[in-house]
């Protein structure tokens, strides 16, 4: 058997676990080849490939990045030529690497992309990965966990500055349409108010509560999602990058929000872009031993057959859905979730709710 493993989209702390665990798991098991497509659906472009072998593979659990490369601005099926570039790709797949299946290790994106390589006759188990934990039908995503640390601790920081010159201290987090990085990187940061997509907040009962505690507790830590929005406003979009599947990149409410503040206050308001270190450096441990669970399973649908499918985690263990299921879906936070409700029992801002 020979296998092909590609990484898609924005890199993410685990990468390199999964590489190294569907490939240490379909060697062990099956004595299957692997061979490593470089920077995603753009190395099966541009006949871009390097076989990974156990000993390509040794080292790399704790690295972050991927050592394949990635890509997101490029979807074979995206430009008017669409139909011969997928073509070409996949005759790169089928006919030169000869490849009998694909392991596509990406976001909705990537896995919207495998979906249709699947459909075309190049069989594909996907495999979840994004810092922003917003996939579908998954629990929880490799990379997230990552993401959240350094939230947490950029939240520690910044509060000893909000403390010490009684400032209100803005931090703004990536996530994209969903709030799970600010939520709960914002509970381990002891964030006074939470600023989510799923719960668009009125800017001025915002001032008049930091106004409020201006006169009490004298200092506020906001954590802001880049998808959160005041009612009535738009999404902040600091680029449209028109080659990208997703062409929409988010960013600048934090700054925003410091503008609408400031006036209302006396004291200072910061504003922090978190921005990319939150997607950098080494996985956590729970990182690492998730990515390398969800390698292995990706491994036994491989060995199984069971094409089509995508790894998620539901509770504690591995299953899988179909690609159908996840391709360009988003997965919000729901009203019900634990962490929201303990947030807002914790007496944390996060607006009313209400409207839009
Ligand atoms: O999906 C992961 C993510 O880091 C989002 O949180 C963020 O909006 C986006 O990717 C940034 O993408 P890029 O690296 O292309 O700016």
């Not at 002891?190 to 006169?215: S, Y």
């Not at 292995?296 to 504690?316: F, S």
Request: charged content about 20%; some cysteine; glycine content about 14%.
């Amino acid at each position: 058997m020979h296998i092909g493993l590609l990484t898609g989209g924005g890199d993410c702390p685990g990468l390199n676990a999964v590489i190294r665990a569907v490939t240490l798991a379909l060697a062990n098991e099956c004595g299957a080849r692997v061979t490593g497509i470089e920077r995603g659906f753009w190395g099966l472009l541009h006949g871009r490939a390097r076989p990974l072998e156990p000993a390509t593979v040794h080292g790399i659990l704790a690295e972050g990045g991927t050592i394949l490369g990635t890509h997101n601005r490029c979807d074979p099926f995206h430009d008017t030529d669409g139909a011969d570039r997928s073509a070409q790709a996949l005759a790169f797949a089928r006919e030169d690497l000869r490849l009998d299946g694909l392991v596509a290790i990406g976001g909705d994106g990537t896995m919207q992309i495998a979906e249709r390589f699947h459909r075309l006759g190049l069989p594909v188990v996907g495999v979840p990965k994004t810092i922003d934990n917003d996939l579908p039908r998954n629990d929880r995503s490799f990379g997230f966990d990552s993401a959240v640390a350094v939230v947490a601790d950029a939240l520690d920081r910044l509060a000893t500055t909000a403390r010490s010159h009684g400032r209100v201290m803005i931090a703004e987090t990536m996530g994209r349409y969903a709030g799970w990085i600010a939520l709960e990187g914002g509970l381990a940061g002891g964030a006074d108010a939470i600023l989510i997509p799923e719960r668009p907040f009125d800017v001025a009962a915002l001032a008049r509560w930091c106004r409020e505690r201006e006169a009490t507790v004298g200092h506020t830590l906001i954590c802001i999602a880049e998808g959160a929005r005041a009612h009535g406003q738009g999404l902040t979009v600091q680029a449209r990058l028109a080659d990208s599947p997703d062409p929409i990149r988010l960013g600048g409410v934090g700054a925003w929000l410091q503008q609408q503040l400031q006036p209302a206050l006396t004291s200072e308001v910061r504003t922090t872009l978190l921005g990319h270190v939150q997607r950098g450096g080494t996985p956590t441990p729970f990182d690492r031993v998730l990515a390398t669970r969800f390698g292995y399973h990706a491994a036994q649908l491989v060995r199984g057959g069971r094409w089509g499918r995508m790894v998620v985690l539901a509770g504690a263990e591995c299953d899988s859905v179909d690609l159908l299921e996840v391709a360009g879906q988003s997965r919000p936070v729901p009203a019900t979730d634990g962490r929201l409700r303990a947030a807002l029992g914790l007496g944390v801002w996060m607006g009313d709710g209400a409207g839009t």
